[in-house]
């Protein structure tokens, strides 16, 4: 075995390393910046977590990473665990990032001993090199042994792996300069007492800003999830368990109306005036605009886009309602069923979202907006994987998607239509739920873009309402 250097954090920062990640980084799902190796990589934080003693096997810390791009225009900075070891006893596969004489640089989450000791440390609600590790009331004693890991393997932005079948451990890879909305979020609804959330059991922070590193909460093995469940229903497989999904659909919309009153409740609500609306809608037309520049196929539905977004500063109290804390990015792939209920996950908002927006108070139209978009996205993932005659497969993925959205719908407003101001203005969220849609497919996954354009052509021609 190969000794490790007794300052691991002096050889992150090296040269080497910083090669490495500017290679590795763009590779990552995660990396918000383009596919080409980066110009610029610093290391400006290395935070140990576990030993570094001259004969420990390998040792890991979190380290902070700014990037630029290229053109040096956009930086960034992105949190990334990594281990260092003997390269004969590294992990394999694309996670190695540099090699360093003998030793190899690696990322982390593919090492269980790593993984575990982030585990047990936030059980044991430990604080060492800069990093607080904070465990929640009732977490139970640590694991004895080392767990088996495994990748969740669903995320865009973020990092998540099982331990034992017990744990998940989420990894924010940019961490702001406080605490996650996530994690704010997850504990306002708890002190609650929602049912709708998972059992929350430790956060990992940086000691001096108090950033969000990771949290760690409760596995669920037999919850399945809500993307997963709603693709396979539109395909209509067949499965008993699917032959109550109009009922399910509507428990979804029931629970997250229940969240929805949980976080008014304790997160503080706030009445809306005429300056949320304008708010709101120099919103919708800032992010339009932002998508115009990058996104050419949006130029021919900019005329409609800006009159909707623009007819919402003239919506009033008495028509919308009150704003407070939201989900901010709800879709389908961030729910569980269960045996007793549906379970809401994830509450940072949008990727692209600055932090202050994620934060603040918004409409729960919001997040109405971004679940009925998610119905239209599960039945074209559905039509994709069954092939029809042409022109079938869109006829039948619209007829399930407005199903769909009508019983989330009826049990969202526990029966109760909508009237003609809160109508108007969820119309004016999903035109921009769908603008923010093909403004991120365009950047992350272009095959995607024509769902949510599909959606604004349709939208646009049909009378609002």
Known sequence: MTALPLSVAAMLRSTEVGRGLATWLPKQRWFAGGSAPL????????????????????????????????????EATYLVPLGVRDAAGAPAGDGVVAHVGALAVYDALDDPALVNALIRHTVQGRAMDGVRYRP????????????????????????????????????FRRPGSGPSTDLTVHRLLRDAGSPHVTPLLGAVED???????????????????????AVAAAQGDGDPSHRDFPEQIRHLGAAVAAVHRDLAGSGGRVVMGPDDYLRMS????????????QCAQLEPLAAPLRETFASVAALRPAEAGIAHPIHGDLHLGQTLRTGTGWLLLDFEGEPLADPAERAGRHSPLRDVAGMLRSFDYAAHQAAAEQPAPDGVEEDRARCWALRTRREFLQGYTAGRPLDSGPRALLRACELDKAVYEVLYETQHRPLW???????LQQELAAAPG
């Open 207 to 229: 000691a001096a800003t108090g950033a969000t590193f990771a949290t760690i909460q409760r596995y669920l093995p037999d919850a399945t999830d809500g993307w997963a469940f």
């Open 39 to 74: 110009t610029e990589v610093s290391v400006h934080g290395v935070h140990r977590f576990a030993s570094s003693a001259p004969d420990a096997a390998s040792t890991g810390a979190f380290v902070l990473v700014r990037a630029r791009d290229g053109g040096g225009a956009d």
């Open 449 to 455: 873009a024509w769902i949510p354009l599909g959606a």
């Open 282 to 293: 120099e919103g919708f037309l800032r992010r339009l605009e932002r998508a115009l520049k």
């Open 136 to 171: 929640e009331s009732g977490v139970g004693a640590p694991p004895g042994t080392d767990l088996a890991v495994r990748p969740l393997g669903t995320e865009q932005s973020n990092s998540s792996v099982v331990a034992g079948e017990e744990y998940i451990l989420k990894l």
